[in-house]
C-alpha cells in the first residue's frame, strides 16, 4: 500500500518568507510526527498529533513553527518568517497508534534551504 | 530517556555480519532499546527492539547483555543495500506517544 507521502521534495526560499511542509500519513494511523534533521545529524522531535487529543508541541523550536492536523488525515508544517538556521530535512512519520509498540513509518522528507 | 553511545563508523565486507555496539550504561529496568537505521536520502526504518531478551527478526538480530548496558544489532549477511547509518536510542514504555530523538548514529559502509 501507499506510504507516508511528503511534498514538496525540496524547498528553496528566502529568508523572511512563510513555507509551508505537507504530510499525508498511511491511511488509518492515528498517530503523525513531524521531525527535523539537519545536515549531518541525528533527528529532532517537533510535534506529535494523535487522533481529536491536544498535538504535543513540546519539541517545537520556536513560536515560528506551527503545525496543524485536520482528524486523522492530512498535516501541516508552517515555518514563518524562515532563518538560515531553519535549513534542513523536514519528516513526517505516522503510525497505527500511539505507543512505543507502535512502529513509526516515515515519508521521504523535504528538504528545505533558507538562502 | 538514557543516553546511548555508538561509533560514528564502521565498515563490513559485503556477506560478513556486521556488528553494531550501542552503550547504554544508564539504562533503567523499564527502558526498551531501539533500532533504527537511515539509508542516504531516505526517511528513517525500525528494525527491532527487545527489553532484556534477545530478539531477532527477518532483518537483524539484537543481542542485550545481561546487565542491558550494551546491546549489538547484527545483520547477519549484510549487503551493499544495508549502507545506511544505523542508529540505537532507548525508550520507556508509554500509552502518551513517544518522540524519536537520534543522535548520530553510526554509519555503516558495506564494501563489495
Known amino acids: 500500500g501507499a506510504g507516508v507521502s511528503q511534498s514538496p521534495s525540496n524547498k528553496v526560499t528566502e529568508k523572511g518568507k512563510d513555507v509551508e511542509l505537507r504530510c499525508d500519513p498511511i491511511?488509518?494511523?492515528?498517530?503523525l510526527y513531524w521531525y527535523r534533521q539537519r545536515l549531518g545529524q541525528g533527528l529532532e522531535f517537533l510535534i506529535y498529533f494523535q487522533g481529536n487529543s491536544a498535538p504535543d508541541k513540546s519539541g517545537l523550536p520556536s513560536d515560528r513553527f506551527s503545525a496543524e492536523r485536520t482528524g486523522e488525515s492530512v498535516s501541516t508544517l508552517t515555518i514563518q518568517r524562515t532563518q538560515q538556521e531553519d535549513s534542513a530535512v523536514y519528516l513526517c512519520?505516522?503510525?497505527?497508534?500511539?505507543?512505543?509498540?507502535?512502529?513509526?513509518?516515515f515519508g521521504p522528507g523535504t528538504r528545505l534551504t533558507v538562502t | 530517556d538514557a543516553k546511548t553511545t555508538q561509533p560514528p563508523s564502521m565498515d563490513c565486507a559485503e556477506g560478513r555480519a556486521a556488528n553494531l555496539p550501542c552503550n547504554h550504561s544508564?539504562?533503567?529496568?523499564?527502558?526498551?532499546v531501539y533500532w533504527y537505521r537511515q539509508i542516504h536520502s531516505q526517511g528513517p526504518q525500525y528494525i527491532i527492539h527487545g527489553l532484556k531478551n534477545n530478539e531477532t527478526n527477518e532483518m537483524a538480530s539484537l543481542i542485550i547483555t545481561e546487565d542491558r548496558k550494551s546491546s549489538t544489532l547484527i545483520l547477519p549477511h549484510a549487503t551493499l543495500r544495508d549502507t545506511a547509518v544505523y542508529y540505537c536510542?532507548?525508550?520507556?514504555?508509554?500509552?502518551?506517544?513517544?518522540?524519536?530523538?537520534f543522535g548520530k548514529g553510526t554509519s555503516l559502509l558495506v564494501t563489495p
Open positions: 491511511s488509518g494511523h492515528t498517530a
Open positions: 536510542i532507548v525508550r520507556v514504555h508509554s500509552n502518551s506517544g513517544y518522540a524519536l530523538n
Open positions: 544508564t539504562i533503567s529496568g523499564n527502558e526498551y
Open positions: 512519520a505516522s503510525s497505527l497508534s500511539v505507543g512505543l509498540f507502535y512502529e513509526q513509518y
